[in-house]
């Protein structure tokens, strides 16, 4: 079946640090690929998606590249602030509907 | 606009009782998603409406859950009997037919 396996955290940066969350998939298909945001006390938010291979997904700073030939969607941004404090969670969906997600991982950003 | 939303926010009942957690979704989406977050399984889907009719309930972890979509719009989850490892914050999603899915803030469910 459908997995995502993202890297454990949680993790803890500096201000203008640089962040990479690492994601793999396992897929029977071609999924669409997601990182959703969960701020802390609010619901969990789209940030970016990527449908197909070689696509990019950017949003708030954060990118993602769909990589079909290394199975990876990692999540990037080169200069993080506090309020990206969150936890960050990749998913794929290959049927339209259904999300599959990693375990999620918890990032801090100190001042 | 309105987001999509849920109650009640949080819920504490008693091993063996029913509840019934509701889902608001933004109007007009036609699509409707139930997922359950918990500690111990991370984010699972469970079941899945288009309109009133639930093409894919394969998540619901055992008969004593289930769900209901009415006009097209709100939707009942309900656990019967429940047991304490019932206990997660339950999230509704919605979306504009197969598209990107919109989180509502979820119902945090306590089974003591």
């Known amino acids: 079946g459908d997995s995502v396996t993202q890297m454990e955290g949680p993790v803890t940066l500096s201000e203008e640090a640089f962040l990479t969350i690492n994601c793999t998939y396992t897929?029977?298909?071609?999924?669409?690929l997601f990182w959703y945001v969960q701020y802390p006390g609010e619901g969990l938010q789209l940030l970016l998606k990527?449908?197909?291979?070689?696509d990019k997904g950017s949003n708030k700073g954060f990118e993602a590249t769909y990589r079909k030939e290394t199975t990876s969607f990692h999540l990037e941004k080169g200069s993080v602030q506090v309020s990206d404090s969150a936890v960050y969670f990749c998913a794929l969906s290959d049927n339209d509907y259904k999300l599959s997600f990693g375990a999620g991982t918890t990032v801090t950003v100190r001042a | 606009g309105a987001g999509v939303s849920q109650s009640p926010s949080n819920k504490v009942t008693e091993k063996g009782k029913d509840v019934e957690l509701r889902c608001d979704p933004i109007s007009g989406h036609t699509a409707l998603y139930w997922y359950r977050q918990s500690l111990g399984q991370g984010l699972e889907f469970l079941i899945y409406?288009?309109?009133?009719?639930?093409?894919?309930k394969s998540g619901l972890p055992s008969d004593r859950f289930s769900a209901e979509r009415t006009g097209g719009s709100v939707s009942t989850l309900t656990i019967q009997r429940t047991q304490q490892e019932d206990s997660a914050v339950y999230l509704c999603?919605?979306?504009?037919?197969?598209?990107?899915?919109?989180f509502g803030p979820g119902t945090r469910l306590t089974v003591l």
């Open positions: 999603a919605s979306s504009p037919r197969a598209d990107t899915q919109y």
């Open positions: 897929a029977t298909g071609y999924p669409s």
């Open positions: 409406f288009q309109g009133n009719s639930a093409p894919d």
């Open positions: 990527a449908t197909k291979a070689d």
